[in-house]
Nanobody
Framework: QVQLVESGGGLVQAGDSLTLSCAAS????????MGWFRQGPGKEREFVAR???????TNYADSVKGRFTISRDNAKNVYLQMNNLKPEDTAVYFC????????????WGQGTQVTVSS
């Protein structure tokens, strides 16, 4: 059983950078494939980025490609470096974990708010 906690959200201006962090709240049972999702005002949840268990494979939504970078430093922690933020990046960002690189995301964090002002 895994609990995920996001941190690092806040209010920034367009063009600023921000880094989100996600970590398990307790003991990890292995190396998880991780992903970041977001839900903006009046929108459905959307995929942002994912990283494989090994850390060797990453994928990004077209809307953030070239601006965001997902990374990990161990089996439990994952980060989302967000550069050149835009107002359309405003959303609640969620961290998610799964045991395989193409499986169902089983664990979700509570979300952290990112607000980008123009």
């Amino acid at each position: 059983q895994v609990q995920l906690v996001e941190s690092g959200g806040g209010l920034v201006q367009a063009g600023d950078s921000l880094t989100l962090s996600c970590a398990a709240s307790g003991r990890s049972f292995g190396t998880y494939a991780m992903g970041w999702f977001r839900q903006g005002p009046g929108k459905e949840r959307e995929f942002v980025a994912r990283i494989s268990r090994s850390g060797g494979i990453t994928n990004y939504a077209d809307s953030v490609k070239g601006r965001f970078t997902i990374s990990r430093d161990n089996a439990k922690n994952v980060y989302l470096q967000m550069n050149n933020l835009k107002p359309e990046d405003t959303a609640v960002y969620f961290c998610a974990a799964r045991y395989s690189d193409y499986g169902t995301y089983l664990y979700w964090g509570q979300g952290t708010q990112v607000t980008v002002s123009s």
